[in-house]
């Protein structure tokens, strides 16, 4: 991220989130996902999202101290 100072685990971690977000989209986007999958994908999505946002206000808490 630019303009914020992070460890390589943290990276890592956040790396990990978008490619598990990636991977979900792409699944997302298949036509044989049936609904309930689709309902499924689309709350680990916002989970995903939650724990990124996390990890980014800590970081720009860390930051100002």
Same mark, same amino acid.
């Given at each position: 991220?630019? !303009?914020?100072?992070? +460890? +390589? =685990?943290?990276? *890592? *971690?956040?790396? $990990?989130?978008? !490619? &598990?977000? @990636? #991977?979900?989209? @792409? %699944?997302? !986007?298949? /036509?044989?996902?049936? *609904?309930? /999958? /689709?309902? %499924?994908?689309?709350? %680990?999505?916002?989970?995903?999202? =939650? /724990? &990124? +946002?996390?990890?980014? $206000? !800590?970081? #720009?808490? +860390?930051?100002? *101290?």
């Amino acid at each position: 991220m630019v !303009g914020i100072e992070m +460890d +390589d =685990i943290t990276a *890592k *971690k956040l790396l $990990e989130i978008a !490619g &598990r977000h @990636y #991977k979900l989209v @792409y %699944e997302l !986007g298949n /036509r044989s996902t049936s *609904k309930e /999958r /689709r309902i %499924e994908i689309m709350e %680990e999505i916002q989970s995903l999202r =939650i /724990r &990124r +946002d996390t990890i980014i $206000e !800590g970081l #720009k808490k +860390d930051q100002i *101290k």
